[in-house]
């Protein structure tokens, strides 16, 4: 196993993950970008949110204005039913700065056999795919050299039992031409003949 510097807990994952005379061609994690094209959300979660904390603030006087008699303490319920409207909206609200959060927890990489995507939260969600499996290549670069890979690794089925195309996605990583150049070495190294 080729040595990786653990210098936190997701490199010593994907150490953790090679196996023995596995070599990492190419390695990477996602950038740390906020994708504009997904404040289009805020569209509706802006006026939800909004509508949904004015529906409690009214709400709340009402039950404020309503403290003396027998219903005072089921008067509170009203308001507080406003609850799980502001925290989805907020939560909706959230959508487009999820990328931030979730690229620091994120790493790839392209060994000599098999592409890898460690995911570390709570759990680590580890996703691999061999070389024989990969397909057909889709990169998207921008002007800066960053972008993303999608690579076609089989076909399955959709919930409908219509066959869909699976794939493997890397990005949007900073040098995207490097990561397929490894995938493209990674190919040709799984189809030469073993030796013998």
Same mark, same amino acid.
């Given at each position: 196993?080729?040595?990786?510097?653990?210098?936190?807990?997701?490199?010593?994952?994907?150490?953790?993950?090679?196996?023995?005379?596995?070599?990492?061609?190419?390695?990477?994690?996602?950038?740390?970008?906020?994708?504009?094209?997904?404040?289009?959300?805020? @569209? &509706?979660?802006?006026?939800? !949110?909004?509508? *949904?904390?004015?529906?409690?603030? &009214?709400?709340?006087?009402? +039950?404020? +204005?309503?403290?003396?008699?027998? &219903?005072?303490?089921?008067?509170?319920?009203?308001?507080? @039913?406003?609850?799980? &409207?502001?925290?989805?909206?907020?939560?909706?609200? +959230?959508?487009?700065?999820?990328?931030?959060?979730?690229?620091?927890? !994120?790493? @790839?990489?392209? !060994?000599?056999?098999?592409?890898?995507?460690?995911?570390?939260?709570?759990?680590?969600?580890?996703?691999?795919?061999?070389?024989?499996?990969?397909?057909?290549?889709?990169?998207?670069?921008?002007?800066?050299? %960053?972008?993303?890979?999608?690579?076609?690794? /089989?076909?399955?089925?959709? %919930?409908?039992?219509?066959?869909?195309?699976?794939?493997? %996605?890397? /990005?949007?990583?900073?040098?995207?031409?490097? *990561?397929?150049?490894?995938?493209?070495?990674?190919?040709?190294?799984?189809?030469?003949? +073993? *030796?013998?």
């Amino acid at each position: 196993m080729e040595h990786v510097p653990a210098t936190d807990a997701l490199d010593l994952a994907l150490a953790r993950e090679l196996h023995r005379a596995e070599r990492i061609l190419w390695q990477g994690r996602p950038l740390r970008r906020v994708q504009l094209g997904h404040f289009g959300i805020w @569209f &509706f979660a802006v006026p939800w !949110t909004a509508f *949904a904390a004015a529906w409690m603030t &009214f709400a709340t006087a009402g +039950a404020q +204005a309503s403290q003396e008699g027998e &219903f005072a303490v089921v008067s509170w319920v009203f308001p507080l @039913f406003g609850v799980p &409207f502001v925290l989805v909206g907020l939560g909706l609200m +959230a959508i487009p700065l999820w990328p931030l959060y979730a690229a620091r927890r !994120t790493i @790839f990489a392209v !060994t000599d056999s098999r592409m890898i995507r460690l995911r570390l939260g709570r759990t680590l969600n580890s996703e691999t795919v061999a070389a024989e499996r990969v397909g057909t290549i889709n990169r998207v670069e921008k002007s800066d050299g %960053s972008g993303t890979l999608k690579i076609a690794t /089989g076909v399955g089925r959709d %919930s409908d039992g219509d066959p869909k195309i699976e794939t493997f %996605s890397i /990005g949007e990583v900073s040098n995207v031409m490097e *990561a397929e150049q490894a995938v493209r070495k990674m190919i040709e190294r799984a189809s030469r003949p +073993a *030796a013998g």
